[in-house]
């Protein structure tokens, strides 16, 4: 049996527009029948100066809401950035080798991390690998869940660290679909 391959994107950023600059993705493959799925997570941080130069834009209260979070997350969010360009070609190869025009590819919000993600993608003269069709929204999956996945779905790991945001809504997502399907 074939099964939906699937990938969560996660970017953590300096803003919130469509030309937020972006500090760090993640992109965690998971298959929603719980089978395992052997490829590695995509991860990178980004050099601020880069995304600049590409036109993607810091806002202040992202700023300032950063101030307020863990420390050490957002350093481990800027260790060792590398060129947006070449990141953003390293997702794309990652991503060709790994998948097919099939694989669903989710985001929080259809207006964060994959238009964000995909505006990244233009600012330096690409297009993102798959296709927009085979974007998913994890909010709208997830709605009117919120409640019951706060009490029963807990977040491992440290908040706006990529990987472990990915997984999270991952392990939610999970746990709605298993509510809604009968698994064999």
Not at 102 to 114: I, K, M
Request: aromatic letters at 10%; glycine letters at 4%.
């Amino acid at each position: 049996m074939k099964y939906q391959k699937n990938i969560m994107v996660d970017i953590e950023t300096f803003g919130t527009g469509e030309r937020a600059l972006i500090i760090s993705i993640a992109m965690v493959p998971f298959h929603m029948e719980y089978k395992t799925l052997d490829v590695p997570n995509f991860r990178a941080n980004v050099s601020i100066q880069s995304g600049l130069d590409a036109g993607l834009q810091i806002d202040e209260s992202t700023l300032l809401w950063w101030i307020d979070q863990d420390r050490e997350v957002l350093k481990c969010n800027l260790v060792d950035p590398r060129p947006l360009k070449v990141v953003l070609a390293e997702l794309s190869l990652w991503y060709m080798r790994h998948f097919d025009q099939d694989t669903l590819v989710w985001g929080n919000g259809p207006s964060f991390d994959n238009a964000i993600l995909s505006a990244a993608f233009k600012s330096v003269g690409s297009v993102a690998p798959w296709k927009h069709y085979n974007e998913r929204c994890v909010r709208t999956y997830l709605h009117g869940w919120r409640p019951i996945l706060q009490e029963r779905v807990k977040f491992l790991g440290s908040k706006h660290l990529p990987v472990a945001d990915a997984q999270h809504q991952i392990r939610c997502i999970k746990y709605v679909y298993q509510q809604n399907n009968v698994l064999p």
